[in-house]
């Protein structure tokens, strides 16, 4: 079976810090991991996925993700954080016996103080 | 182009009532998704169509919660005699093909009174 877990459900950052949000993984085969992000009443918009063309993975609005087989983890990071970055994050793997439902963790939720 | 859209936004019910949620996929994607979020919580899947076949219902949680898609666009989930722990955030996604991108609606939030 495969699972994601999401280490801190709440996660704190200056404007202009590191932003740094956890995931690891469970699985018996080589997974698909993505990173979505929730705004306020909207749904998911896709930041990044990891398809195994390489380990580093760049996504829109300045995120990245590095995956780290021999740590199952797919950490998620942006050098600077920026106001508008506040909002959820899901990590999710795609499992499933057509390969292709999403098995999201909990959610973190980054908060950027001023 | 149009995203994937979701009717109605908020819908408020009353224990015991049938409810019907419209999800309006991407043109031209051929599989969808529902998935349930619970507050607090990460989405949880439901169910999968394949144009207008549903291949997996394996995360719909009772005989109460019923999808479909007949026409291979629109799809509806129905969640008969509501209960108060069917209150959640109905997502629908959809994509080119089944394991390509997910892109998904705004959701829309049941509560159930």
């Known amino acids: 079976a495969q699972s994601v877990t999401q280490l801190g459900s709440h996660v704190s950052v200056s404007e202009g810090a590191l932003v740094l949000l956890r995931c690891n993984y469970s699985?018996?085969?080589?997974?698909?991991l993505f990173w979505y992000v929730q705004y306020p009443n909207q749904g998911l918009q896709l930041l990044l996925k990891y398809t195994s063309a390489a380990t580093l993975v760049k996504g829109i609005n300045g995120f990245e993700a590095e995956f780290k087989k021999s740590e199952t983890s797919f950490h998620l990071t942006k050098p600077s954080a920026h106001m508008s970055d506040a909002a959820e994050y899901f990590c999710a793997v795609r499992r499933g016996r057509y390969g292709n439902k999403l098995v999201f963790g909990a959610g973190t939720i980054l908060r950027v103080k001023s | 182009g149009a995203g994937v859209s979701q009717s109605p936004r908020y819908k408020v019910a009353k224990r015991g009532q049938d409810v019907a949620l419209r999800c309006d996929p991407i043109?031209?994607?051929?599989?969808l998704f529902w998935y349930q979020q619970a507050l607090g919580q990460g989405p949880e899947f439901l169910t999968y169509f394949q144009n207008e076949a549903q291949l997996d219902k394996s995360g719909l949680p009772s005989d109460r919660f019923f999808a479909e898609r007949p026409e291979g666009s629109v799809s509806t989930l129905k969640i008969q005699r509501t209960q108060q722990e069917d209150s959640a955030v109905y997502l629908c996604?959809?994509?080119?093909?089944?394991?390509?991108?997910?892109?998904f609606g705004p959701g829309t939030r049941l509560l159930v009174l």
């Open positions: 996604a959809s994509s080119l093909r089944g394991r390509e991108t997910q892109y």
């Open positions: 699985s018996s085969v080589p997974p698909y």
């Open positions: 043109s031209g994607h051929v599989s």
